[in-house]
């Protein structure tokens, strides 16, 4: 089975400045995909960033980019030049790259709140 | 294009009532899924369908049925309300199993 662990339950950051998220996960396949979440008061589920584990470079999305270490089984988020509407919940998830399976699992969360 | 549509927004129900939480997707996406989310914790997939006429069980299924009779839809049906069921309910849709998910605004779902 597959786990995905954030262990930061609550983060903060002020305005501008930059914040990064943890995850690690555990799985014994060697195919899969890594996402990051985001979901803010509204309670909407946004992509924000996806990962193919097959590629060695680092996906970026804007303000958003990730620190994916394949062999520790990392995949950090990093969020430069914060700002407010950044604040909510962050998700990252999980989805094994194989036929007939397409559950994405998700970690508990971190909390980040952007302080102006 | 309004993407993953999901009504109704809130609901309460009573012990032992039942209750069919829509979804619609206008993306003509194949894959469709549906996921709680309990307080504090990521969400867990219930129920998920691969094309019109076929559905299958995630992590989570008791308690709950699905039915995809078109590419669009993809209702979730609770027959027997329990505390237990409490929660928020996200419909989410891909074009195929490996792409990315797109998710609906969530129904909050309360059983007393």
């Known amino acids: 089975a597959q786990t995905v662990t954030q262990s930061q339950p609550e983060m903060s950051v002020q305005e501008a400045e930059t914040v990064t998220l943890s995850c690690t996960y555990d799985?014994?396949?060697?195919?899969?995909?890594l996402f990051w979440y985001k979901q803010p008061p509204s309670r909407q589920m946004i992509l924000v960033i996806r990962q193919e584990a097959y590629k060695q470079q680092n996906a970026t999305e804007n303000r958003f980019s990730v620190n994916f270490q394949k062999a520790a089984k990392s995949f950090s988020l990093k969020i430069s030049d914060s700002q407010l509407g950044d604040t909510a919940m962050y998700f990252c998830a999980f989805m094994i790259q194989r036929a007939g399976s397409y559950q994405l699992t998700f970690g508990k969360g971190t909390k980040l709140s952007v302080i102006p | 294009n309004a993407g993953v549509t999901q009504t109704p927004k809130f609901r309460i129900l009573k012990i032992g009532q039942s209750m069919t939480l829509q979804c619609t997707q206008d993306?003509?996406?194949?894959?469709m899924y549906w996921y709680r989310q309990d307080p504090g914790m990521g969400l867990k997939l219930i129920y998920y369908?691969?094309?019109?006429?076929?559905?299958d069980k995630g992590e989570v299924p008791n308690g709950y049925n699905v039915s995809r009779s078109t590419t669009e839809d993809f209702p979730l049906r609770l027959e027997l309300a329990a505390p237990s069921q409490t929660s928020v309910y996200f419909c989410?849709?891909?074009?195929?199993?490996?792409?990315?998910?797109?998710f609906g605004p969530g129904t909050r779902l309360l059983v007393l």
């Open positions: 799985t014994s396949e060697n195919n899969y995909y």
């Open positions: 993306m003509n996406h194949n894959y």
């Open positions: 989410a849709s891909s074009l195929a199993g490996t792409e990315t998910q797109y």
């Open positions: 369908s691969v094309g019109a006429g076929i559905t």
